[in-house]
């Protein structure tokens, strides 16, 4: 069992330098393409100092490129990991499947990272990514540490695990939200962060009232600190700090305190992080934090839901307003940290205000004690408006210069506070040259070796000793070493000048970091040959199909209706499992092809679902790669792979219709467009385009129905209330999207319209596409009915599609949108070469 890392994130060099010298292992970060957080990161031209700068200072890189990559992107995404490789990065973290198996040939000896936006939650996942090059995958942040244990007891790669940080309320990679309402892709980097918004909740057509609770789908932040002794013999290769948006105080903070954690587990010693240190980590940021889902499913825990920002610390309550000055009772537990004249405080009156409302706060001018426990805090004159503060608010610190002060070491220092330990051999003999090997303790293949320009002479007075030797080798004064082990041979009495030995320290050492800042040496290969030669792999397309009509239902009392208009398929996407071996019998009674949806996430826990589904001895419609990878080579079932698995380019969808698939659907993250170039390159008959449907905009281990319609914690104590109510979650904008359960109690919030495709439909028959499928959510019967029969009236062109968009228009429950099929006015198809 190795010690893991601890990976620190970096939006850019501040960020970098603070994770150095506060102790990060490695350093992720992205470039200013191809990488997750859109809004920060290195060029390219950068990017080799980037990486001198680590490596001299004994710390890892790692580059970002986890992105969905589209066709037209290819051949740069080709030519960047070249070049990423070339610059010395120690690996990179990949989201798309195809981008992996791209960068595995073009460069074999670069380590590849599966990031967590592959949504893996199984060891048969792992194993998926395994067979693509990945070295290492990045598990979901929803797993508990007894899940993460029951993966790696089976893994044959590397894993990592999230340890610090914001929680996505949904998986990451399953977020179709930004896609859906600001035609951002979150999956591209440019997340508009809808979970963070208010929601109301509309439970069986009638609104909830929930008190503070406004943010019902805002997690809090996850921390893992007080877990680290489970947590490092985990097996885990590495424990990552979330925060690539987050300033350089952050970093530093939330660096340190987990190196000095883990340090002090590894050696089995008691932890030296103080009361004071947890506190500052909370009060640095966070929405609130907790260990979350590392400990296990309690959904009262993860969301809160009084506010969706930075809150750092709870200090107290206000008891009363008076016209000089708010009365608070303090909160217990703050004594390492109290309430002091400079402090940043927000006044949370969650209780009764709107979400809208600007919330009060300011910069606090004076605090003293009134009595009882009670503090008084005063603020600049007109820095405040005590008429909108009320007894009973909170109030949380949310900024401190204490804090500030914390980081600085790390932040500014004028000197390395982090420095790598060096083992020197001296030879020091009269007569002879004095030769220094110098080497890193770390790294002992990195060795420099150094030597005087003549040979010494015997001492008359002051022959050279040990300890003056370990003096001066160890006034290592800015340099990143610290001289740890001395091996010297000293022999004749050698006279060496002090000015000599400083000399060759400074030689040795500028030698070290040289050495240390060189790229490693890898194979590169030509990568738009290697491109050239996997596009002209891609399977032949198939002959054309004729079109054909698959329905998706979500509740028994959609079957009837879905019977009755004899479709060539019908998909059973249902909450009960029990529910569906009747369904199934009831479709195949009816001479219907019959289709099971599986979960998008399955767990370790999940293997009675994954044996359950496959002795229904139907075909599948699969979500995952981990039940992709359990099935790949069954030739006794029929399998097509859902939007889920996120195919946005070429490749991607080549290498998982090779992997047993009968039939694709792209991801939601392609417009119209996209998808009729992608069905031109790859045959029509080989996708399956959903143009009905609610888009699940989010995908979440988080269940609405037990944290707000329960007290329980789980599915063992909730007593089920998603099987009783039907619950949607109204935006400011007053669009009800329905909330549904699935069979591991993981809800998916759809869009509120229909997503149609009507505008594109000749088109992507013209480009060859023949299976088309229509989900249902909430619609009743007639409406199913409605829309299905529209549909089949324009494919027997008894109708065209500006009339089929009109029908749809009335038939949808809420209305209907593009969504993510719609193309820009000015998109250009730029063609792959």
Not at 200 to 216: F, Q, S, T, W
Not at 265 to 289: F, I, K, M, N
Not at 470 to 497: M, S, W
Not at 609 to 637: E, I, Q, Y
Request: proline content about 6%.
């Amino acid at each position: 069992m190795h010690k893991p890392e601890i990976m620190s994130p970096a939006g850019y060099w501040p960020q970098l330098h603070a994770a150095i010298e506060a102790g990060a292992d490695a350093v992720y970060f992205g470039l200013t393409h191809f990488t997750a957080r859109a809004k920060v990161g290195f060029t390219l031209d950068e990017l080799p100092e980037v990486m001198r700068t680590l490596h001299r200072r004994g710390v890892k890189g790692y580059v970002t490129f986890n992105t969905l990559v589209f066709d037209h992107e290819l051949r740069t995404a080709a030519r960047t990991l070249a070049a990423i490789a070339a610059a010395g990065a120690d690996a990179i973290i990949v989201q798309d499947l195809g981008i992996a198996a791209l960068a595995h040939q073009i460069v074999p000896d670069l380590p590849i990272h599966g990031s967590t936006q592959m949504s893996i939650t199984s060891a048969e996942g792992v194993a998926f990514a395994a067979r693509y090059g990945v070295s290492r995958v990045v598990l979901a942040r929803e797993l508990s540490l007894a899940e993460v244990a029951a993966i790696r007891s089976r893994s044959p790669i590397e894993l990592e695990i999230f340890v610090h940080g914001a929680l996505c309320v949904s998986y990451s990679g399953q977020c179709f939200s930004s896609e859906a309402w600001g035609g951002r892709s979150a999956n591209r980097g440019q997340c508009a962060q809808a979970c963070r918004l208010p929601y109301e909740l509309i439970v069986d057509g009638k609104p909830r009232p929930l008190g503070a609770a406004r943010y019902l789908l805002s997690p809090g932040d996850l921390a893992a600190i007080d877990d680290m002794t489970t947590i490092a013999r985990l097996g885990v290769s590495a424990l990552k700090i979330e925060g690539r948006y987050k300033d350089a105080e952050y970093v530093a903070i939330t660096t340190n305190a987990y190196r000095r954690a883990l340090d002090a587990v590894w050696a089995g010693l008691p932890s030296d992080l103080t009361v004071a240190d947890r506190l500052y980590l909370e009060q640095v940021y966070s929405r609130g934090l907790g260990p979350h889902f590392l400990r296990g499913t309690n959904h009262q825990a993860v969301v809160e839901g009084r506010a969706p920002r930075h809150r750092g610390l709870l200090m107290g309550r206000v008891v009363r307003v008076r016209a000089d000055a708010i009365i608070i009772i303090p909160e217990r537990g703050r004594e390492a940290a109290p309430l002091k004249p400079g402090d940043g405080v927000v006044f949370d009156a969650a209780d009764w205000r709107s979400p809208e409302e600007p919330e009060e706060g300011g910069r606090i001018f004076t605090v003293e004690p009134v009595g009882d426990g009670l503090l008084a805090i005063r603020f600049a004159k007109g820095a405040i408006n005590p008429r909108r503060i009320r007894a009973g608010d909170l109030l949380w610190r949310t900024s401190d210069p204490q804090t500030e002060r914390i980081a600085r070491p790390f932040v500014q220092a004028a000197a390395p506070a982090r420095r790598q330990p060096v083992r020197v051999t001296a030879l020091v003999r009269a007569g002879a040259p004095l030769e220094l090997h110098w080497s890193l303790i770390a790294q002992p293949s990195l060795t420099v070796t150094v030597q005087s320009p003549t040979p010494l002479t015997t001492a008359q007075n002051r022959p050279l000793d040990e300890t003056t030797l370990r003096e001066q080798l160890g006034r290592l004064g800015d340099t990143p070493y610290q001289l740890t082990e001395l091996n010297a041979v000293i022999e004749g009495n050698p006279f060496v000048p002090v000015s000599l030995l400083n000399q060759l320290r400074r030689q040795a050492t500028a030698a070290l970091a040289e050495l240390q800042g060189r790229p490693p040496a890898m194979n590169i290969l030509d990568p738009e040959q290697v491109l050239d030669t996997m596009l002209a792999a891609v399977a032949p397309s198939a002959p054309p199909d004729t079109a054909q009509i698959h329905l998706l239902i979500r509740s028994p009392d959609q079957l009837e209706a879905a019977i009755a208009l004899q479709p060539a398929s019908i998909t059973l996407d249902y909450l009960d499992l029990e529910g569906l071996k009747p369904a199934v019998t009831r479709v195949r009674a009816a001479g219907i092809a019959v289709r099971v949806a599986a979960p998008r996430v399955l767990k370790p826990e999940d293997e009675r679902v994954a044996r359950f589904l496959r002795k229904l001895n139907v075909p599948l419609l699969v979500r995952s790669t981990g039940l992709l990878d359990r099935l790949r080579d069954d030739p006794t079932v029929e399998l097509t792979g859902d939007f889920s698995l996120n195919a946005a380019n070429i490749l991607t969808a080549d290498l998982l219709l090779r992997s047993g698939l009968q039939r694709l659907t792209l991801t939601h993250d392609l417009n119209a467009e996209q998808i009729a170039h992608l069905a031109e390159r790859i045959g029509g008959s080989r996708l399956e385009a959903i143009v009905y449907h609610h888009l699940p905009v989010f995908h979440t281990e988080h269940c609405v129905f037990c944290r707000f319609l329960s007290t329980g914690t789980s599915y063992k104590d909730c007593g089920r209330p998603c099987e009783r109510h039907h619950v949607a979650l109204r935006d400011t904008h007053g669009r009800a999207h329905p909330v549904i359960a699935d069979v591991g109690c993981r809800n998916t919030v759809f869009g509120a319209e229909a997503q149609e495709a009507s505008k594109y439909l000749d088109r992507w028959r013209a480009a060859g596409i023949a299976h088309y499928r229509l989900e249902f959510v909430h619609e009743t019967a007639a409406q199913i009915t409605a829309v299905t029969e529209a549909f089949r009236a324009y494919l027997q062109e008894e109708i065209d599609a500006a009339e089929l968009g009109r029908r749809w228009r009335q038939s949808a429950p809420q209305g209907v949108t593009e969504g993510s099929f719609f193309v820009p006015a000015n998109y250009q198809y730029i063609p792959l070469m």
